[in-house]
């Protein structure tokens, strides 16, 4: 089931920990798997978490209702350097909000907008 919603959601590698079906949207609670990462200031392996975070994710309407993705995003402390940092989620582009599928959904409505726009100016 889990597996299930990741691929529907095309997550990656996530865990969903619950799904609360809301009156006007669905939120999905995911996390990840605790891992080895290196640190992008000195290069050093670490699996220090330093604390988590939640993050909304804002995801494509499904059905009517919005989907929030509530990422539990972790932070890891290098043991080397003792600098923290997040961890890298493909899903997610950096320094955004929202999942690139937003994206590609907002691209698309903008391009049927503006076609619409040429058609009418077309017949004008
Ligand atoms: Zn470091």
Not at 17 to 38: D, P, Q
Not at 69 to 77: C, D, T
Not at 93 to 113: F, G, K, N, S
């Amino acid at each position: 089931m889990d597996n299930c919603i990741t691929k529907f959601l095309d997550l990656g590698n996530v865990f969903v920990e619950k799904i609360e079906n809301n009156f006007n949207n669905i939120v999905v609670y995911v996390s990840t798997e605790s891992r080895e990462v290196v640190c992008p200031h000195c290069g050093h392996t670490t699996k220090r978490v330093h604390d988590y975070r939640l993050q909304d994710i804002k995801d494509v309407p499904y059905n009517g209702k919005s989907i929030i993705i509530r990422l539990r995003k972790r932070r890891y402390v290098c043991c080397e350097c003792g600098k923290r940092f997040s961890e890298k989620y493909g899903f997610l582009p950096r320094y955004h909000h929202m999942t690139q599928r937003v994206y590609m959904h907002i691209l698309r409505e903008c391009r049927e907008l503006s076609h619409t726009k040429v058609l009418l100016k077309g017949s004008a």
